[in-house]
């Protein structure tokens, strides 16, 4: 779908919020947001539940050449709903995680050699010299905001989401829309993109989830009573 069509309740933005929001657009500084360099789209599936799938439009900044961050939007319009954020790594910091730790972190080779990971508007060999260095990589994912159930809000507890690891996972129809919206075949790109290849030592058999489903769960627990702790200021 172009957009997840939730109406989010609320009143229209007044004029006087409109006014405020100009000045503050003109004299503070945006130097975080600023750094965002790059539109990537894909889609993600719930860690826990791999028949919902959504389409995800991640819009990235380096932190250096091995670390990326992106912040997740339902789609590129400009009313679009911030849903989930993703950290990008290189295979040598993913290899150097606890192993309890790489479960939570999908591969993304299969995103990009089979074309359904790809940067709208940009032409595709310039695409592909960013993608060679994408498709090694791994990233961890979180989504707080359920727009394919019809969520108005964000609700619950944050998801886990992986991504797509072979043929046959992604709906058909998701695909055929995201190719007819950005104009561009996942077939033609999975041919161009053959010359690639993933992580040098193959994909972690960790990561993934470790080939099992996986959910956040919120529990109680019991915190130490207030005066065990320091009395630092009086």
Not at 22 to 49: E, K, V, W
Not at 51 to 63: D, K, N, P
Not at 126 to 136: F, S
Not at 181 to 201: D, L, Q, T, V
């Amino acid at each position: 779908m172009a957009s997840s069509h939730v109406e989010v309740p609320g009143e229209a933005t007044e004029t006087s919020t409109a006014v405020v929001e100009t000045a503050t657009g003109i004299i503070q500084s945006f130097a975080p947001i600023n750094q965002i360099h790059q539109h990537l789209c894909a889609f993600h599936f719930y860690a826990d539940d791999m028949t919902r799938q959504v389409e995800a439009h991640h819009y990235c900044a380096h932190l250096n050449e091995e670390v990326r961050q992106c912040l997740i939007f339902d789609s590129s319009k400009a009313d679009a709903k911030l849903i989930g954020v993703e950290y990008i790594i290189s295979p040598m910091l993913f290899l150097a995680l606890p192993e309890e730790e790489k479960p939570l972190w999908h591969s993304h080779e299969y995103e990009v050699k089979s074309g359904v990971l790809f940067m709208p508007d940009l032409p595709l060999s310039v695409q592909r010299m960013d993608l060679e260095k994408v498709v090694k990589t791994y990233g961890k994912t979180f989504h707080f905001w359920q727009v394919d159930r019809g969520d108005a809000l964000p609700l619950g507890l944050p998801s886990i989401m992986m991504a797509l690891t072979r043929d046959g996972q992604l709906y058909d129809h998701l695909a055929k829309d995201v190719e007819n919206r950005f104009e561009i075949s996942f077939e033609k790109e999975r041919e161009n993109r053959a010359y690639m290849s993933g992580p040098e030592h193959g994909i972690h058999p960790l990561a993934n989830g470790a080939g099992k489903g996986l959910k956040l769960e919120l529990r109680d627990i019991d915190l130490p009573p207030l005066d065990s702790f320091p009395r630092i200021f009086v």
